[in-house]
């Protein structure tokens, strides 16, 4: 090779090296932007932010609990509302005057108080709120505040210019629980119905755990490309999270 040629090909060489450590160093990286004694924000990926709030339980103390806030253009989602209407306003302030962004509606994912615990704050500030019709019959039921539109089986509602989706796969943690996913980053919410890693079964009060482990399966097949596992409790991971709520579920 010539002297010249050399000179070039090593300029190329620069230029992919450096383009290449670029993408590295400017990939997303999660971060806490929010907490307060009630209500902790962390940014997960550029587009979803995963909302924590706390329920005190005789069992197993002060738990926290996890939803999710996805964000597109100027509006959100959010699945899951904090456990208390005083937290869920504190999400809900957040959401407008950080984010600037309008809250196109909130999907509580199953009938218990750490999914839907908040929902009258929402309602106060006419924000939509959509669940699976099993959800509003169990709402109903234990006399909680009841999501005011109805679904089916399965959700896809429009933010920004994407797509969320909810989608029932069958019983678990209760009859009713529903997954959400954001296809645009390949994030899942899933809610109590999948486990952090090294978790314990916890509360079984309404469980069928003997569909548990074959309804994770499904989301797991359903979902192949995700990247992204938030669980109701603890920890948000990757696919690892639903391996590891099949294997505790099925090994019974």
Request: glycine share 6%; charged share 20%.
């Amino acid at each position: 090779m010539r002297p010249v040629q050399v000179f070039f090909f090593a300029i190329a060489l620069s230029i992919i090296f450096f383009n290449c450590q670029s993408k590295k160093q400017t990939a997303f990286q999660p971060r806490e932007v929010y907490k307060t004694s009630t209500l902790i924000i962390t940014q997960l990926t550029e587009s979803t932010f995963q909302h924590t709030s706390y329920k005190q339980t005789n069992d197993f103390g002060n738990v926290p609990c996890n939803g999710l806030v996805v964000r597109n253009g100027n509006e959100t989602i959010v699945f899951d509302t904090p456990t208390k209407d005083s937290s869920a306003a504190e999400l809900i302030h957040w959401i407008q005057q950080t984010l600037q962004c309008k809250i196109n509606a909130i999907i509580p994912t199953h009938f218990h108080d750490d999914c839907l615990g908040g929902l009258q704050a929402f309602h106060d500030n006419n924000i939509p709120s959509y669940a699976f019709s099993k959800t509003i019959e169990l709402a109903e039921a234990n006399n909680y505040v009841v999501p005011r539109n109805s679904f089916p089986d399965s959700l896809s509602l429009k933010v920004g210019d994407e797509n969320i989706i909810a989608n029932f796969f069958g019983e678990g943690h209760t009859k009713d629980n529903v997954v959400c996913y954001y296809p645009a980053e390949q994030v899942l919410f899933g809610g109590c119905l999948i486990k952090e890693l090294e978790a314990s079964k916890g509360y079984l009060g309404d469980a069928n755990e003997k569909d548990w482990p074959g309804t994770v399966d499904k989301i797991k097949k359903h979902y192949p490309e995700v990247k992204v596992v938030v669980p109701g409790h603890g920890e948000y991971g990757n696919q690892n999270l639903l391996d590891y709520t099949i294997q505790l579920f099925r090994a019974r």
